[in-house]
């Protein structure tokens, strides 16, 4: 099993900036891809950004593109998402997730993780 631990969420103003951190421990080696998701309330949880564990070959959703950044620090089992110029309709839960097998293209369905943080709740005001 891989248990993943959020941090970094909080109350910004927009325009404003924050880093999320994830990190994993148990069998962090059995990782193929981590990656981060967001749930705003009545929506479905989106998919924002996503990294090859092995290679660090980033994808990031067209929607954030230009303003987050996914990186890692394989020393510390730990996945980052820089979040800039953050705007109100950012604010959501923002989960981390690991892939348990290899993929030919980025996982971005939920579907395709198996395992989940507990969430990190990001709001941007206006």
């Known amino acids: 099993q891989v248990q993943l631990v959020e941090s970094g969420g909080g109350l910004v103003q927009a325009g404003g900036s924050l880093r999320l951190s994830c990190a994993a421990s148990?069998?962090?080696?059995?990782?193929?891809?981590m990656g981060w998701f967001r749930q705003a309330p009545g929506k479905e949880r989106e998919f924002v950004a996503t990294?090859?564990?092995?290679?660090?070959?980033?994808y990031v959703v067209d929607s954030v593109k230009g303003r987050f950044t996914i990186s890692r620090d394989n020393a510390k089992n730990t996945v980052y998402l820089q979040m800039n110029s953050l705007k109100p309709e950012d604010t959501a839960v923002y989960y981390c997730?690991?892939?348990?097998?290899?993929?030919?293209?980025?996982?971005?369905?939920?579907?395709?993780?198996?395992?989940w943080g507990q969430g990190t709740q990001v709001t941007v005001s206006s």
């Open positions: 148990g069998r962090p080696f059995s990782i193929y891809h």
């Open positions: 997730a690991t892939t348990q097998r290899p993929m030919v293209l980025p996982p971005s369905l939920p579907s395709q993780y198996k395992y």
């Open positions: 990294m090859s564990w092995s290679s660090g070959a980033p």
